[in-house]
């Protein structure tokens, strides 16, 4: 696609879950990739455990605070990509990402006599 447009991809999204062990290769390898190909990297988090497994209730979870230390731990470390090399905001160095919170979309319920579904995040 670069040679078609003429120039790098602007953005490069890519899928992380709630997983402390995988954070150093997101913060090291990944962001710092995206960044040194001239990307902004999108980071769409889903809210799953380490397994990849969408747990059931995870919404009560967070509520809980059960994932507030990965929580504290993910915004520590992004904070400190984000300032750059010199980890100070407002220099030359700073880079830029974009976070979204990816949620999962599962069907309910469906009727194959009524042909209706029903949809919902969780």
């Known amino acids: ?56 209730g995870i919404i009560k979870l967070v509520n809980n605070h059960t994932f507030d230390p990965y929580l504290n731990q993910f915004s520590d470390r992004l904070k400190a990509w984000l300032a750059g090399n010199d980890s100070i905001y407002g220099t030359d160095d700073d880079r830029r990402a ?3 919170l990816g949620m999962k979309y599962e069907a309910k319920a469906c009727s194959n006599r009524k042909k209706t579904c029903q949809f919902g995040f969780i």
């Open 1 to 56: 696609m670069s040679s078609w447009i003429g120039r790098g991809t602007p953005v490069t999204l890519f899928y992380t879950e709630w997983c402390g062990p995988g954070l150093n290769y997101l913060i090291d390898v990944q962001l710092n990739n995206i960044w040194h190909n001239n990307s902004i990297p999108i980071i769409s988090w889903e809210i799953r455990d380490c397994r990849g497994d969408y747990q059931p």
């Open 98 to 100: 974009y976070l979204r």
